[in-house]
Nanobody, 128 residues
Framework: QVQLVESGGGLVQAGGSLKLSCAAS????????MVWFRQAPGHEREFAAA???????YYADSVKGRFIISRDNAKSTVYLQMNNLDAEDTAIYYCAARDPGRSLLGSAPSTPDAYDYWGQGTQVTVSS
């Protein structure tokens, strides 16, 4: 079992940057696949970025080149650096984890039902 707590959301102008953090409890953080999803009003939850326990990174096309996912296993924290934000990035951002027993070195699913643990979400609002 792991608990996830996101932070770092807020209001930013278009073209600006934000860095989200997701702190995890538990002793086996380094074996979890970690992911960021986002959900805008009236839309389904969508994949943004993932990082495997082997350090492989995956991004949605909509954020590729602007967002960077990283992890610090010593701090049991995963980050999402978001640059050049625009209004379409406005959403609640959720951190999620895939159980170590189902996590692979070099691949990460992009559907919400593949993840076992979720944070409460953090709001990101980009003003144009």
């Amino acid at each position: 079992q792991v608990q996830l707590v996101e932070s770092g959301g807020g209001l930013v102008q278009a073209g600006g940057s934000l860095k989200l953090s997701c702190a995890a409890s538990g002793r086996t953080f380094n074996r979890y696949t970690m992911v960021w999803f986002r959900q805008a009003p009236g839309h389904e939850r969508e994949f943004a970025a993932a990082i495997t326990w082997g350090g492989f990174r995956y991004y949605a096309d909509s954020v590729k080149g602007r967002f960077i996912i990283s992890r610090d296993n010593a701090k049991s924290t995963v980050y999402l650096q978001m640059n050049n934000l625009d209004a379409e990035d406005t959403a609640i951002y959720y951190c999620a984890a895939r159980d170590p027993g189902r996590s692979l070195l070099g691949s990460a699913p992009s559907t919400p039902d593949a993840y076992d643990y979720w944070g409460q979400g953090t709001q990101v609002t980009v003003s144009s």
